[in-house]
């Protein structure tokens, strides 16, 4: 205990969990470190310990003074972890930790996949063990287009198995009535056996951008005829001033529609239009590309590169990458110079809020206006496609991203939850290579893991085996 005396005061507080249940609790204030660790610890252990299998307790430790920052640690296999906020730290990233979360992450979508269904859910409710009862169709769209991406990297015959399957669901989804042909019905309730008549113009395009790539793999006419119906559907819902409607819904019997401007919705229907032109040379999918495009570039240009729209607090970065995506996607049909232009200024405009200090470890990767791993996540998965589209075209400046990009996967990784950081929870097994949604919220949005993963599986290519990145302790 010699090495730990070191003079403070010091203040310690031991918590003593068992199978995520608070077991015990201690506190002390010594002068000396190795005193009030020592006191604490004794306190947080119950005078008796029959039935209480310390072997198989964990011990989280936070020790404060006014002289050093703060301590946080907790025991895993007999070693102290470092914990930044309330999760473990990670100092090191290298491309054996990336491939690891990635496994993880598929683990966990094939694991929260409906059983029968094949759909996915929005979220999953760590804390209370509950996913609701909607499957809900962008999320299963999203889902199955990330494992087609990791089949990519390396063939898998358990992705192979349920491909057509959770395939069969989003078309089944798919709506046939006059009113809505082509959309894809918003979600499914498990409870009534019902879809929901709400029609959401993102909806139909993240699943065009799955039906795409099911296609292009196999070429079941099934696939782009679909892709085509839920194409045709997003035509119709651009209005003659260049204005996207963004969702209609039934409500009583009426037909509801909502038209507030959505970086998010335009930029999913210009992405989704884009893909569709590319793959079938319809002229009027280009058109209409064309116009939104354009009105998307003078908004950034009119904003100064860093969008608002009416749906998010004006400091969220989301639409801002929005912008970038949709003007790649349109980009790459006829490499557009205005396009090309803006997605570029744009996404370096992102880039300057990045949090860049490795001192404040619980923020450094993420990006300013989220906390949220689904938003931070989709940030990254944008920037691995624009330092992608860089490196190809050997764009001046392009190399900035890289690093971007491996301090965010560094993040999203530090708040992913695995066998380390759910020392708090009774089933933590069900949670396991899922991103936690935020500081605030102990629940796992299934889009933030197909975001997560799909930036990993971007970057993958270009690292080395190697330490990618690495944050010293003080």
Same mark, same amino acid.
């Given at each position: 205990m010699k090495t730990l005396n070191h003079h403070g005061p010091w203040t310690a507080a031991v918590t003593l969990y068992r199978q995520g249940e608070i077991r015990g609790k201690g506190q002390a204030v010594d002068p000396l470190f190795s005193s009030a660790l020592e006191k604490a610890a004794k306190a947080a252990v119950p005078a008796s310990t029959e039935g209480l299998d310390l072997q198989n307790s964990r011990?989280?430790?936070?020790?404060?003074? /006014?002289?050093?920052? /703060?301590?946080?640690?907790?025991?895993?296999? =007999?070693?102290?972890?470092?914990?930044?906020?309330?999760?473990?730290?990670?100092?090191?990233?290298?491309?054996? !930790?990336? &491939?690891? #979360?990635?496994?993880?992450?598929k683990q966990y979508l094939l694991r929260v996949m409906h059983p029968e269904k094949y759909g996915f859910y929005k979220k999953y409710d760590v804390?209370?063990?509950?996913?609701?009862?909607?499957?809900?169709?962008?999320?299963?769209?999203?889902?199955?287009?990330?494992?087609?991406?990791i089949s990519d990297v390396a063939p898998d015959k358990e992705i192979a198995g349920v491909t057509p399957r959770i395939a069969e669901f989003l078309l089944s989804m798919q709506c046939q009535d006059q009113e809505a042909r082509g959309a894809?019905?918003?979600?499914?309730?498990?409870?009534?056996?019902?879809? #929901?008549?709400? &029609?959401?113009?993102?909806?139909?395009?993240? %699943?065009?951008?799955?039906?795409?790539?099911?296609?292009?793999?196999? #070429?079941?006419?099934?696939?782009?005829?679909?892709?085509?119906?839920?194409?045709d559907w997003l035509l119709s819902m651009i209005n003659p001033d260049g204005s996207v409607t963004n969702q209609?819904?039934?409500?009583?019997?009426?037909w509801v529609t909502d038209k507030r401007y959505s970086c998010l919705y335009t930029g999913q229907v210009l992405s989704a239009l884009s893909r569709l032109y590319r793959a079938t040379l319809d002229p009027r999918y280009y058109t209409a590309a064309e116009i939104l495009a354009?009105?998307?570039?003078?908004?950034? *240009?009119?904003?100064?590169?860093?969008?608002?729209?009416?749906?998010?607090? /004006?400091?969220?970065?989301?639409? %801002?990458?929005?912008?970038?995506?949709? !003007?790649l996607d349109f980009y790459k049909i006829k490499r557009d110079t205005a396009a090309g232009h803006t997605l570029f200024k744009s996404a370096r405009v992102l880039l300057k809020r990045q949090y860049r200090k490795p001192d404040d470890l619980v923020n450094f990767g993420r990006f300013n206006g989220t906390e949220a791993t689904s938003g931070n996540g989709w940030i990254g998965e944008v920037l691995g496609e624009v330092y992608a589209l860089g490196r190809e075209e050997k764009r001046k400046g392009f190399e900035e991203f890289k690093p971007a990009i491996l301090r965010l996967v560094r993040w999203l990784i530090q708040n992913t939850y695995s066998e380390e950081n759910t020392y708090f929870l009774k089933n933590p097994a069900k949670a396991i290579g899922g991103l936690i949604r935020n500081p605030h919220e102990e629940s796992v949005r299934t889009d933030a893991v *197909?975001? =997560?993963?799909? =930036?990993? !599986?971007?970057?993958?290519?270009?690292?080395?085996?190697?330490p990618l990145l690495t944050v010293p302790e003080k």
């Open positions: 011990f989280l430790i936070s020790v404060t003074s /006014p002289k050093h920052r /703060p301590i946080a640690l907790i025991e895993w296999h =007999g070693k102290a972890e470092e914990l930044a906020g309330n999760v473990t730290a990670v100092r090191v990233l290298d491309k054996a !930790l990336i &491939f690891r #979360q990635i496994e993880a992450g804390l209370r063990d509950d996913f609701g009862n909607r499957l809900r169709t962008i999320y299963s769209a999203s889902s199955l287009l990330t494992l087609l991406k894809f019905y918003y979600s499914y309730d498990l409870g009534s056996q019902t879809k #929901q008549k709400k &029609f959401v113009v993102g909806t139909a395009a993240k %699943t065009i951008f799955t039906l795409l790539e099911l296609y292009r793999r196999d #070429q079941d006419p099934r696939y782009l005829n679909a892709a085509r119906s839920a194409g209609i819904k039934d409500h009583n019997g009426r354009r009105l998307t570039i003078k908004k950034a *240009c009119a904003q100064k590169y860093f969008m608002r729209d009416d749906y998010r607090y /004006p400091e969220d970065p989301v639409p %801002t990458s929005w912008v970038v995506m949709s !003007l *197909c975001h =997560g993963i799909n =930036g990993y !599986l971007s970057i993958l290519k270009e690292l080395n085996d190697d």
